[in-house]
Nanobody
Framework: QVQLVESGGGLVQAGASLRLSCAHS????????VGWFRQAPVKEREFVAV????????FYAPSVKGRFTIPRDNAKNTVYLQMNSLKPGDTAVYYC????????????????WGQGTQVTVSS
């Protein structure tokens, strides 16, 4: 079973940058696509970004496209979420997830999840 651990969250001002990390232990990490999701209070968990196992294909939610990137370093068994030009609307708990079945965009289709890391953006 793959285990995922997120890190790098924190409290920042609008316009700042953060880099989140998603590291794995156990299982075969490099064979899985990895997605990032976020969940704000009293809201559904929503898709943010995903990267294929090879790193050659990425997709982003319209709300973060042009501001976020999702680099992957398979040698380090780590996927990152580089967040630039942060807005208060980005405030949420961020989760990484691996091994989707059928869809990159639905949280219900992922097999493995991390515990989440809090990102708070003040105005």
């Amino acid at each position: 079973q793959v285990q995922l651990v997120e890190s790098g969250g924190g409290l920042v001002q609008a316009g700042a940058s953060l880099r989140l990390s998603c590291a794995h232990s156990g299982g075969t990490f490099n064979s899985y696509p990895v997605g990032w999701f976020r969940q704000a209070p009293v809201k559904e968990r929503e898709f943010v970004a995903v990267i294929s196992w090879s790193g050659s294909t990425t997709f982003y939610a319209p709300s973060v496209k042009g501001r976020f990137t999702i680099p992957r370093d398979n040698a380090k068994n780590t996927v990152y979420l580089q967040m630039n030009s942060l807005k208060p609307g980005d405030t949420a708990v961020y989760y990484c997830a691996a091994d989707p079945s059928g869809s990159y965009y639905s949280p219900d289709d992922y097999s493995y999840w991390g515990q989440g890391t809090q990102v708070t953006v003040s105005s």
